[in-house]
């Protein structure tokens, strides 16, 4: 069997691990630490650990699973791992959503980006991908979603684009839109470019 270099992933707010599954599904990245505040969450995780993957692999295999609140924990003490390849993560969505209480930035949960941006801060991972709802930069959102993004640029340190992409336009069966913030290491030189949409029919989402 060839030999496949692994890339080194930490995943924050992980919940159930999708996003975690997803990289690992493709055979070329391994899960260093997963974290995240709700204890059924990661006890998902742990049960899930070590299951067989379609490529070959285990998932999560050698993943520490970090249980607790992200802004106590003291994340770079539990990587004992160097040359982080990218961070991920999908901060909690309630503060920006339609039908949320609309708290936005300045709510206790929808602040909790910033402490995306400060893992990504402190690791300096080659790239970083960033999920949450189209909402964060609409209406009277919109400036500080680019006084975020601005902020990810870490002073020119990183070259961050956004998306707003469909599930459905990838093969998913539901109709569901998100925004992601893609930052690539700007010493690497290297373009990060959004997959064209496998399953659109027409200009409309196709299930």
């Known amino acids: 069997m060839v030999s496949v270099q692994k890339y080194k992933l930490i995943s924050l707010f992980s919940g159930a691990g999708g996003m975690d599954l997803g990289f690992e599904m493709t055979g070329r990245w391994r899960t260093v630490v997963a974290t995240d ?15 067989p993957l379609a490529c070959g692999h285990s998932y999560l295999d050698g993943a520490e699973i970090v249980e607790g609140d992200i802004q106590a ?3 770079p003490s539990k990587v004992t791992e160097t040359g982080i390849d ?10 920006f959503s339609v039908i949320g209480k609309h708290g936005g930035y300045n709510d206790e949960r929808g602040n909790l980006i910033y402490e995306f941006a400060h893992i990504v801060k402190a690791f300096k991972p080659k790239f970083f991908l960033f999920e949450n709802v189209p909402n964060m930069k609409a209406g009277k959102w919109a400036k500080m979603f680019s006084e975020f993004l601005e902020f990810l640029r870490f002073d020119g340190d990183y070259a961050v684009r956004d998306y707003m992409l469909s599930c459905a336009d990838y093969g998913a069966a539901t109709i569901r839109r998100r925004i992601f913030i893609v930052g690539t290491r ?12 496998t399953h659109r029919q027409r200009g409309t989402a196709g299930l």
């Not at 990218?86 to 503060?95: A, D, F, L, R």
């Open 37 to 51: 505040v709700h204890p059924m969450m990661c006890e998902t995780l742990r049960r899930n650990k070590g299951l």
């Open 73 to 75: 924990i003291d994340l």
């Open 86 to 95: 990218i961070v991920v993560g999908g901060p909690p969505c309630q503060s």
């Open 186 to 197: 700007s010493d690497l030189k290297f373009d990060v470019t959004c997959p064209a949409p």
